[in-house]
T-cell receptor
C-alpha cells in the first residue's frame, strides 16, 4: 500500500472517552503533521514531527497528545475532548519540512458528543 | 507569521470555460507556493506548486502564476470539466519553516 493511510475514517466519542487516531505513511518521508480542518477556517497546524522529533506544537490544548514511534507512524491520542473539537483531522507527510509538498491522508471525521 | 488570503470563496463556471483563483500572502520571505485540490471525503491533494525563482508553471490544463512584487499568486484552470469540481486551497511556506500556511479554500463547481 502506498500513500498516507488514516484510521479510523469516522469516530464518535463522548467527552469522557479516550481514543487514538492513527496515521501511517509508506512514502519514505521523514516529516509528519497533524492538521485540524473545520468548516470555513484555514487548515490549522497542530503538530509537526521531523525525523521522529516534535518540532512544532502550535498551542494545542493538552487534551490532544501526539506520538511518533517511528518515521512511518503517527498517532494522536484524545481524552476529555469538547464538542468544539469536532472536525476533520488530517495527517500529512513530506520529504522534509519547509518548501516540500505534502501528501495528505483522507482524514478522520471526529464527532464529540 | 504568514497570512494567506484566498478569493473567491465559491466559483461556478460552465464546462469548457476557464477558472481563476487568486491568493495573496504577507511574508516576503515565503518562497514556496503549492496548490491543493480536495474532493469530497478525501484529503487535499497536491496538484501543482511554484517556487519564487519562477514566474509561471504549467501542467496540462492547470497553470500557476506568481507575482513576487505584489505578493500574489493565481491558479488557472482551462477547459474545465465536471471532475474539476472540488475545493481548492493555496498555501505558502519558506525554506526551513515547519509549516504551510493555507488559504481558506475556494469551492469550484463546473456546470455540465
Amino acid at each position: 500500500e502506498t500513500g498516507v493511510t488514516q484510521t479510523p475514517r469516522h469516530l464518535v466519542m463522548g467527552m469522557t472517552n479516550k481514543k487514538s487516531l492513527k496515521c501511517e505513511q509508506h512514502l519514505g518521508h521523514n516529516a509528519m503533521y497533524w492538521y485540524k480542518q473545520s468548516a470555513k477556517k484555514p487548515l490549522e497546524l497542530m503538530f509537526v514531527y521531523s525525523l521522529e522529533e516534535r518540532v512544532e506544537n502550535n498551542s494545542v490544548p493538552s487534551r490532544f497528545s501526539p506520538e511518533c514511534p517511528n518515521s512511518s507512524h503517527l498517532f494522536l491520542h484524545l481524552h476529555t475532548l469538547q464538542p468544539e473539537d469536532s472536525a476533520l483531522y488530517l495527517c500529512a507527510s513530506s520529504q522534509g519540512t519547509g518548501d516540500y509538498g505534502y501528501t495528505f491522508g483522507s482524514g478522520t471525521r471526529l464527532t464529540v458528543v | 507569521g504568514e497570512n494567506v488570503e484566498q478569493h473567491p470563496s465559491t466559483l461556478s463556471v460552465q464546462e469548457g470555460d476557464s477558472a481563476v483563483i487568486k491568493c495573496t500572502y504577507s511574508d516576503s520571505a515565503s518562497n514556496y507556493f503549492p496548490w491543493y485540490k480536495q474532493e469530497l471525503g478525501k484529503g487535499p491533494q497536491l496538484i501543482i506548486d511554484i517556487r519564487s525563482n519562477v514566474g509561471e508553471k504549467k501542467d496540462q490544463r492547470i497553470a500557476v502564476t506568481l507575482n513576487k512584487t505584489a505578493k500574489h499568486f493565481s491558479l488557472h484552470i482551462t477547459e474545465t470539466q465536471p471532475e474539476d469540481s472540488a475545493v481548492y486551497f493555496c498555501a505558502a511556506s519558506q525554506t526551513g519553516a515547519n509549516n504551510l500556511f493555507f488559504g481558506t479554500g475556494t469551492r469550484l463547481t463546473v456546470i455540465p
